[in-house]
């Protein structure tokens, strides 16, 4: 119920967040870097912000751990309302970000226990909050330079938290399971209005709470001792925009630029390129995230029965990505 009831107040909640996002001016404008034709209001985040913070007490009760995920993700919504809004300085936005993972972590969003490949535990002291710090971080600037598409960041995050509660609940990671279905809801609610033509876009407010709410989410699933497969597993699953973002930033320093100078050499960028089109080159890589995903349930070693649901699944997302690659082709 969680799920569907962040999918409804996000969905119902978007036509008032476009009017709010228009009477503000934050609305982006063609031209540029940017493919769309005419202005289009930003501000998607706070719709789904709506579906999250209501769906998570409801899916897993209000405890200090979660009021410090909603306190944490608030934070960076606000931020994102004045990027939004306003527009802010690259450096601004990053300690903004490091402000959040400081708050979650303080909450406890850490493991000070990592698994001894040869046997027991042993005690990791503050570099587990310093990996929950970076990983935070790091994810919100993923999803966030993944936001190129119609559709694109919210769809993979759509199938990134699916398989990721596939995952956990196999693991008995039932907090962390739920916690991700609520945020799978919220963003299919938000999918209604920005599949291509997009009516609204995520903006910084809803790119960045998409890339920390997934981080968070991942570090609620490695609760106790960090391994090589816990941490392994959810790369896997987010593989494709980590590396997108990684190889830009190889890219961008070989070119003597910054890493937060915009460039069009994305992969979307380079679907695009070749000649898909927008919803094409978003289907290809909603058909790699989930390709990525079942290989993540395959690896991870969880039971059967929760194996054979994903691929079961991920066998009816293939074949209605590859139907819909024929209507579009």
Same mark, same amino acid.
């Given at each position: 119920?969680?799920?569907?009831?962040?999918?409804?107040l996000?969905?119902?909640s978007?036509?008032?967040?476009?009017?709010?996002?228009?009477?503000? $001016?934050?609305?982006?404008?063609?031209?540029?870097?940017?493919?769309?034709?005419?202005?289009?209001p930003r501000?998607?985040?706070?719709?789904?912000?709506?579906g999250?913070?209501?769906g998570?007490?409801?899916?897993?009760?209000?405890?200090?751990?979660?009021?410090?995920l909603?306190?944490?993700?608030?934070?960076?919504?606000?931020?994102g309302?004045?990027?939004?809004?306003?527009?802010?300085?690259?450096?601004?936005?990053?300690?903004?970000?490091?402000?959040?993972?400081?708050?979650?972590?303080?909450?406890?969003?850490y493991?000070?226990?990592?698994?001894?490949?040869? $046997?027991?535990?042993?005690?990791?002291?503050g570099?587990?909050?310093?990996?929950?710090?970076?990983?935070?971080?790091?994810?919100?600037?993923?999803?966030?330079?993944?936001?190129?598409?119609?559709?694109?960041?919210g769809?993979?995050?759509?199938?990134?938290?699916?398989?990721?509660?596939?995952?956990?609940a196999?693991?008995?990671?039932?907090?962390?399971?739920?916690?991700?279905?609520?945020l799978?809801?919220?963003?299919?609610?938000?999918?209604?209005?920005?599949?291509?033509?997009?009516?609204?876009?995520?903006?910084?407010?809803?790119?960045?709470?998409?890339?920390?709410?997934?981080?968070a989410?991942?570090?609620?699933?490695?609760?106790?001792?960090?391994?090589?497969?816990?941490?392994?597993?959810?790369?896997?699953? *987010?593989? *494709?925009?980590?590396?997108?973002?990684?190889?830009?930033?190889?890219?961008?320093?070989?070119?003597?630029? $910054?890493?937060?100078?915009?460039?069009?050499?994305?992969?979307?960028?380079?679907?695009?390129?070749?000649?898909?089109?927008?919803?094409?080159?978003?289907?290809?890589?909603?058909?790699?995230?989930?390709?990525?995903?079942? *290989?993540?349930?395959?690896?991870?070693?969880?039971?059967l029965?929760?194996?054979?649901?994903?691929?079961?699944?991920?066998?009816?997302?293939?074949?209605?990505?590859?139907?819909?690659?024929?209507?579009?082709?």
């Amino acid at each position: 119920m969680p799920f569907f009831l962040a999918l409804a107040l996000t969905w119902a909640s978007m036509p008032l967040v476009m009017e709010l996002a228009e009477k503000m $001016g934050a609305v982006a404008q063609p031209g540029g870097r940017h493919i769309h034709a005419r202005p289009i209001p930003r501000l998607g985040g706070l719709g789904i912000a709506l579906g999250l913070f209501i769906g998570w007490p409801l899916a897993v009760g209000l405890d200090s751990r979660l009021a410090g995920l909603i306190l944490s993700s608030l934070w960076l919504v606000l931020l994102g309302i004045i990027d939004d809004w306003r527009g802010m300085k690259a450096w601004h936005k990053l300690l903004g970000q490091l402000a959040a993972a400081l708050i979650l972590v303080g909450y406890g969003f850490y493991s000070q226990w990592a698994v001894n490949p040869f $046997g027991g535990l042993f005690y990791i002291d503050g570099l587990g909050a310093v990996f929950s710090i970076l990983w935070i971080v790091g994810l919100i600037n993923t999803i966030n330079l993944t936001d190129g598409l119609d559709g694109l960041a919210g769809g993979i995050t759509l199938f990134a938290s699916l398989f990721l509660a596939l995952l956990f609940a196999g693991a008995g990671e039932w907090r962390a399971a739920r916690l991700a279905l609520v945020l799978a809801g919220a963003v299919l609610g938000f999918l209604f209005y920005n599949f291509h033509p997009a009516r609204i876009f995520l903006g910084d407010t809803g790119s960045m709470l998409l890339g920390f709410t997934l981080a968070a989410i991942t570090l609620e699933g490695m609760a106790g001792a960090l391994s090589l497969v816990r941490i392994l597993v959810p790369v896997l699953i *987010l593989a *494709l925009p980590i590396s997108d973002v990684l190889l830009a930033i190889i890219r961008r320093r070989a070119n003597g630029q $910054g890493v937060f100078v915009p460039d069009r050499g994305h992969l979307h960028h380079r679907l695009l390129d070749w000649g898909l089109s927008q919803r094409q080159a978003v289907l290809v890589l909603y058909g790699g995230t989930c390709s990525l995903g079942l *290989l993540a349930i395959g690896l991870s070693g969880i039971n059967l029965y929760y194996s054979f649901t994903a691929l079961l699944a991920g066998g009816f997302i293939l074949r209605w990505l590859y139907g819909q690659r024929r209507e579009v082709a």
